[in-house]
């Protein structure tokens, strides 16, 4: 018999027990890196696994809107962390004066820990003016990208690789540094490098800034029902 159509769907693999397991614990497990960052740098092998992982993400359209730029060079690493921290100040002044000391004692950065970091872009114009999905939401090329950080961050973590997204960034001054076109938008900006150490609980949760809320409280049935 002719080979089935690539076309053709195709009976659907089932995992073992085991491997859903195995992708279970690497969401559990998965965390906010800041401070536990190992100075070796990321096998090229690992990285291309990560990225390729984060390239399979699902996206409008097949459309892949995403860019992901790789950023080693310390200058180049010192002017990122030269506008977090403009940022990071005006972050602070934000907070209530009780909080704020609490605020300024946290580590909500590893750009120059890091061996590396990668910037995920979203090219707003890729696949041309009209995407099948995006029709009547010009934003799903957005959640598509985001799609690929959270590959990105699963897929490195089963790797021993910890991931820490920095969002305290002015964007025009990232732009800048970065060289983006107006079309591109920043996705994320993220701290990547092996780690031998991590938090059993989220960070913040850990040191007492916020707590987890329960699967149950957020779950709604036909509609929103708060």
């Known amino acids: ?23 279970y614990d ?41 860019n992901f730029i790789l950023i080693r060079d310390p200058a180049q690493r010192a002017r990122v962390k030269d506008a977090f921290g ?4 005006e972050a602070a002044a934000m907070f209530a004066e009780e909080k704020r000391s609490d605020y300024t004692a946290l580590k909500l950065e590893g750009i120059e820990k890091a061996p590396l970091n990668i910037c995920v872009t979203c090219d707003r114009e890729r696949g041309g003016k009209v995407v099948l999905g995006r029709t009547h939401n010009p934003d799903m090329d957005l959640y598509s990208s985001v799609c690929a ?4 961050w699963l897929a490195a973590r089963a790797e021993g690789v910890g991931v820490g997204w920095v969002s305290i960034f002015k964007d025009a001054d990232l732009r800048k540094i970065l060289n983006l076109p107006d079309h591109v938008a920043i996705i994320a900006y993220l701290c990547v490098g092996y780690v031998d ?7 913040l949760a850990a040191r007492g800034w916020a707590t987890e809320d329960s699967l149950d409280s957020v779950i709604m049935e036909e509609g929103w029902t708060a």
């Open 1 to 23: 018999m002719p080979d089935p159509s690539p076309c053709a769907p195709r009976a659907a693999r089932v995992f073992t027990p085991t491997e859903r397991q195995a992708l």
């Open 26 to 66: 690497v969401i559990a497990h998965r965390r906010d890196v800041r401070n536990e960052f190992l100075p070796d740098p990321v096998d090229a092998a690992t990285l291309r696994r990560i990225l390729q992982a984060a390239h399979a993400a699902p996206s409008v359209g097949l459309s892949q809107p995403w």
């Open 86 to 89: 403009k940022a990071n100040a």
């Open 149 to 152: 950080v959270q590959n990105l």
């Open 197 to 203: 150490e991590l938090f059993e609980s989220p960070e």
